[in-house]
């Protein structure tokens, strides 16, 4: 296709002009100095056409281009069109960035993006009014800088944003926020800010209203269960009547155990003990579990073996090491049929140590496995009763270990048996401290 700007036409016009230029030439006798002066003539037309196209580029304020006839039209159109073509996006560019930030203003919550080093590259109007940033003066400023709560800075430093955090905001203690980091574009973060207060202090009412409560039936319930055991002793020649006084009492010892264990898990909930400050000596503390769990069995007759590395111990907090551990024990004991096998093991692995309890009962479906440590949850709930579980055992081994920062494992086979473990991370052990 012919095209106004093809070398075959840039050709045929410069030879054109040498040609007339050579005629004149050969009519005054002088091609050479003709000639000379067609290229010099050329030559100056072209620096005047770039000296004209840089200050159209770098110094005027007009849109459209100088009118030029010939080669140099061509680009001054392509220039014009490009710069054209670039504007159209730019624009286009700019409406979605405004139409990205008008949502982001829209948001009930303050959104903060951060990039890769942690400064803030924007936040919404929310961020401002409820993490009292100031705009534009912030931008640029870590994000750590601004937000100096000791809970989030770990929660950002440590990079793991599975889950939200909740922390009292920077610029009222009193409103709880709950502060959750996505990825966001190649190298950004954005920080969605939320405020949870009323939720938390229903929370806390719920979880207030659960110890109360249990505290409050733990008086008359050890009234009652003293009468009874009274009545028991006394013996009773009326068949109904002691059948009567006997199952009231096992039925109190269930009411018993589960206001306990409401009450352990109130405790590890409200709990703001930290991990680090004392040594756990879980050797010795084994040792004891080993003797109940012994008493314990005098009816199952298991085999039970605890095989206790010594001099292993780990910071942590010991009530709450002790009701998980022990908890693992005695339901490995309660559910395994009489003259089953039991191992108890607490040795050092691979980046840290291992609890593990591992047993030949009758092992537990998969389905059931990712919902034993829910509250009240049983696989068999007429059998859990008759060994008077609460069914908050697990919950509380569940809250014990995510309080240690570690995660209950639960391995089953139907007809082989279970194995319950928890890994400690190499931070919490203490190896070679003298009990
Ligand atoms: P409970 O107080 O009823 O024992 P837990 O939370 O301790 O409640 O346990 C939840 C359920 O998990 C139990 O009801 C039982 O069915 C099952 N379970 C726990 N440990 C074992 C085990 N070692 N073998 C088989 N089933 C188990």
């Excluded at 926020?177 to 929370?203: F, K, N």
């Excluded at 006394?234 to 009411?255: C, H, L, V, Y």
């Excluded at 009489?338 to 309890?357: A, H, L, M, N, P």
């Amino acid at each position: 296709m012919y095209h106004p700007f093809s070398w075959l036409r840039i050709a045929f016009s410069l030879t054109a002009y040498l040609v007339l230029f050579a005629i004149v030439g050969l009519i005054l006798d002088e091609m050479a100095l003709t000639l000379c002066l067609g290229i010099l003539a050329l030559l100056l037309n072209n620096y005047w056409q770039l000296y004209r196209l840089n200050r159209w580029l770098w110094h005027s304020r007009k849109m459209s281009p100088p009118s030029v006839k010939g080669m140099w039209e061509h680009v001054y159109e392509g220039v014009y069109f490009l710069q054209r073509r670039n504007r159209n996006k730019r624009k286009e560019l700019g409406t979605l960035v405004t139409r990205f930030r008008d949502g982001a203003e829209a948001l009930p919550d303050a959104a903060v993006v951060i990039d890769v080093r942690g400064t803030i590259t924007w936040c919404n109007r929310l961020a401002r009014i409820e993490l009292g940033f100031k705009w534009p003066a912030d931008a640029g400023q870590r994000l750590n800088n601004l937000i100096r709560n000791p809970k989030f800075i770990n929660y950002f430093h440590e990079g793991d944003f599975t889950f939200p955090i909740e922390v009292a905001s920077p610029v009222n203690p009193n409103k709880i926020l709950e502060y959750r980091i996505m990825p966001y574009g190649e190298d950004h973060l954005l920080l969605i800010a939320r405020d949870v207060t009323r939720l938390s202090q229903l929370e806390e009412m719920r979880k207030d209203f659960v110890a109360n409560v249990s505290h409050e039936l733990r008086t008359p319930l050890t009234v009652i269960t003293g009468y009874l055991e009274l009545m028991d002793n006394g013996g009773n020649d009326n068949p109904m009547m002691s059948k009567a006084i006997s199952e009231m009492e096992a039925q109190s010892r269930r009411m018993k155990n589960l206001i306990e264990d409401l009450l352990v898990l109130s405790r590890i909930e409200a709990s703001a003990e930290r991990i680090h400050d004392r040594i756990v000596h879980m050797p010795t503390m084994l040792k004891q579990i080993e003797v109940e769990a012994q008493t314990l069995n005098k009816n199952k007759a298991h085999s039970i073996n605890f095989h206790i590395e010594s001099n292993l111990n780990v910071y942590g907090i010991e009530t709450e090491l002790r009701s998980a551990c022990s908890n693992l024990i005695f339901n490995a004991i309660n559910y395994t049929p009489e003259k089953g096998v039991i191992d108890v093991y607490w040795e050092r692995v691979q980046s840290g140590v291992k609890f593990s309890v591992v047993d030949n009962g009758e092992g537990i479906e998969q389905a059931h496995l990712s919902r034993l440590t829910e509250r009240f949850y049983r696989v068999d709930k007429a059998r859990s009763r008759s060994t008077g579980g609460s069914g908050l055992g697990l919950s509380i081994v569940k809250h014990v270990l995510s309080h240690h920062n570690a995660k209950l494992e639960i391995k089953s086979k139907v007809g082989e048996g279970s194995e319950f473990s928890f890994k400690l991370a190499d931070e919490l052990v203490v190896e070679n401290e003298k009990d």
